[in-house]
């Protein structure tokens, strides 16, 4: 048995209602009809108008409540203020599901943002789902249905559109037709008032229809469901996105158009990143990336290999490359060897491969293939110009039968038009990608580059905190409440420094001096030389008000530089509340590099992490890496990689390499400062100093304000950590020592045997079905979880060295966020060991701690033994009044 999706009522309707279906060929009613009709839709259709008794043959009664068929859904296309009485209409009629087309709403301002919010209550109170407003309409070409009033249409495909700009639906539709592109479904969100990103791409990520995704984005409501459901999504079907507003005045028009937030464009970025996602920034970039991704067109990695017949070309697409960041490959002997042999002495002997303008077929033919099997080659761009001597037709030829054994992705980019045209149109009957001039060619392979490393992003699941050296959380929190009572938000030098000091972050320390007096005495403690900096809330860079000063090696020097700073501070800053002068030891490092490392507050995203070059230069270098916690040890190497400092993090100059570990430990802490501190709304670690014996925090600063208590800890972030917490032992009344933990996607090995060592009785109780073993999309659908809205348990024992699943329990929590659905299996061998009840046990404590009201299960009525089970645990069973097979169970989680 399927279970349908709660989104099925919107997007597999049997009977469709049109209100505002007209006579009058321009009006948006009379157009969804004929869409309607012109589609073949294969469910029933009615029309809604007290003015006609048909329309376009369609039959058409006064209002929704006198249609005499109960509707799936409903297409509102009338003026906003008859809206809210429509939505009550459907409500009474039964109605579960609502496209509102019309305008009029939040984009008009206070008065239409009201009668919005008027019109979701409603439909709230009659659980009806509502797309929009200001909205296309949906697409679903399997099903003949077009409720929407484009004049455009979709053909039948395997591509999911999702945008929340219906103008840029219908070019996308528009384009696809010719180029012979279908789709699955075709989802304009409008201003997603109620049903957004979210919950579209759950509904794609479960339907078999869907292969792959194509989103537009202006701004997202909920970052937490998005990440979630775009995560899930880039797991199991390539996702292309588009995403718009990257400047702040675009931001502010977005805002207007969709009613959604746009945020920082480089945390944008970040977030896909961590997502599986591939971004594109134009539509050419998004119909090359459609053709090439969605046909086989599958990355491996991005050192690139140019084959050319001409070299100022090849240095065209060597550029380009270097622009994006994609390594041009170096290759091996053995490819070079290969080369030589293939080529005339005059070659460039390097990469670009330049054949030279003379080059036939057989010539390319050989190039081609050399560093097609080249070990240190992910991809290959082949380029033509014609020339005397070559064939463009005949090598391409020789091209697409090479690509079809190649287990690499191959870009072709035939220069020119005339001699060209029949080369080119032989790649796209082959489905390779092809281009007209090198710089878009080369930024396709950058995009399915991107994709390649993204995914590899998307399969880590940092946990919170580590297990090594645990940070005194409590000790943090106390500083933080202490300043939170003062009334503070901003931490002085040495509450910073205490917060980094209980998480373990090496510090240099500091103390502050109240006369000149004092700080003489302090700095005698400290040991000369000292640095002295201007200790007050008010300034955030010191060095520009005067008030910092260095390297002071004398205990004279330390009573002037007391006084000098008092008074720049405050001729600069005569405002400024001044609590006193810092005094920290003066780090001397030779090989010491100034970074920064800083934590900022997403208006989307929430906590970001950030880290760059540092001192002096953080202020006018704004070229910052950006990452999303948590932090792992892959994706802080990442980060650090990615960031334009890392290149002197190296041997630099008379420089040693500086301990990366140490400073890998630094951005993991941070990202644990993160996590359990989301009191943090600013911190800034300038400078850190990294050289080759470790990194010292020299100076931080820390803002924080008051947070709503919270059933979800990490209810301020974006991506949920693992949850090591809820790692547990349990001992077997047989003395057998199992770990009960949340599941990883690492353990997609283990759940595949264990599904395919259970008895076709269990599988059919489980899945209601015996299928033999889990397809790969269903398992990373299982082991790939957010640990949010989806929580799952594996049982697990030791043997002969290896981790063996024995029972596994989840829950996911239904769209009204209030109740969940679960399962559980156990292995054959462990039944009737106690096991189920623990899983049970451990399941139910958790949804109850996440606030969870209820707990629901769908068991198969001749199941005796589950039914037993349940009602055991206060389970209440009933029938499900669709499918007498099937029970339904219920279980209160609050009191």
Sequence with gaps: MKEKHYLSPLLEPKSVGVIGASQRETSLGNVVIRNMQNAGFRGRLFAVNPKHESVLGVPCYKSVEDVPHRL???????RADRVLAIVEGCGRAGVKAVIIMSTGFSETGPRGALLERHVVEAARRYRIRLLGPNCLGIMRPVLGLNATFAHVSAIKGTIGLISQSGALCTSILDWAEPNNI?????????????????????????????ESI???????????????????????????????????????????????????????????????????????????????????????????????????????????????????????????????AALPAGWSHGNPVDVLGDADVERYRKAVQAVLEGPNVDGVLVMLTPQA???????????????????KPVVTCWMGEQLVGTGRKTFEAAGIPTFRTPEPAVELFSHLSAYYRNQKLLMQTPASLSHLNPPSVESARLVIETALAERRKVLNSMESKALLAAFRIPIAQTVVARSATEAMVLAQEIGLPVVMKIDSPSIIHKADSGGVRLNLGSLAAVRTAYQEILEEVRKNKPTATINGVAIEPMILKRNGRELVVGVKRDAVFGPVITFGEGGDRVVANRDMEIALPPLNHYLVRDLIKSSRVSVLLGEFRTMPAVKMESLEFVLLRVSEMVCELPWITELEINPLIVDENGAVAVDARVTVENVSPSVDRYAHMAIHPYPSQLITKWTTLDGVEVTIRP??????????????????????????NTMRELPPAMVARLTQIDYDREMAFLATIPEDGKEIEIGVCR????????????????????????????????????ARNKGIMYMNGVFLANNERMLKFVQGLGFTLSND??????????LPLQD
């Design 72 to 78: 799936d859904l409903v297409v509102i296309a009338v």
């Design 182 to 210: 279908g789709f699955s479904a075709v989802v304009s969100l409008g201003s997603s008032s109620d049903i957004d990103f979210g919950e579209v791409l759950e509904y794609m990520i479960s339907d078999p229809r869907t």
């Design 214 to 340: 194509i989103m537009y984005v202006e701004g997202i409501r909920d970052a937490r469901r998005f990440m979630s459901a775009l995560r899930g999504a880039a797991r199991v079907k390539p996702v292309l996105l588009i995403k718009v507003g990257r400047h702040p005045d675009v931001s502010r028009a977005i805002r207007s158009h969709s009613g959604s937030m746009s945020g920082n464009d480089a945390v944008f970025d970040a977030a896909l990143r961590r997502a599986g996602v591939i971004r594109l920034y134009n539509m050419g970039q998004l119909f090359a990336a459609a053709n090439a991704l969605f046909s086989h067109f599958r990355p491996r990695g991005n050192r690139l290999a140019i084959v050319t017949n001409g070299g100022g070309p090849g240095v065209m697409a060597a550029d380009r490359a270097a622009d994006l960041g994609i390594p041009l490959s170096e290759f091996s002997e053995g490819t070079m060897e290969k080369l030589n």
């Design 389 to 407: 001597n070559t064939d463009p037709t005949a090598v391409a030829e020789a091209v697409v039968e090479l690509e079809k054994t190649a287990d």
């Design 743 to 768: 599941i990883k996607p690492e353990d997609a090995e283990l759940e595949v045997e264990f599904v395919r060592t259970l008895s076709a009785e269990t599988k059919y109780y489980r899945f209601m």
């Design 811 to 846: 829950y996911a929590v239904n769209p009204d966020g209030e109740s969940c659905e679960f399962a559980i299996v156990v292995a054959d061998a462990w039944q009737r060991h106690g096991l189920a009840r623990k899983l049970m046990g451990i399941l139910i404590e958790t």
């Design 881 to 890: 009044p669709e499918d007498s097979t099937v029970k339904i169970g219920v």
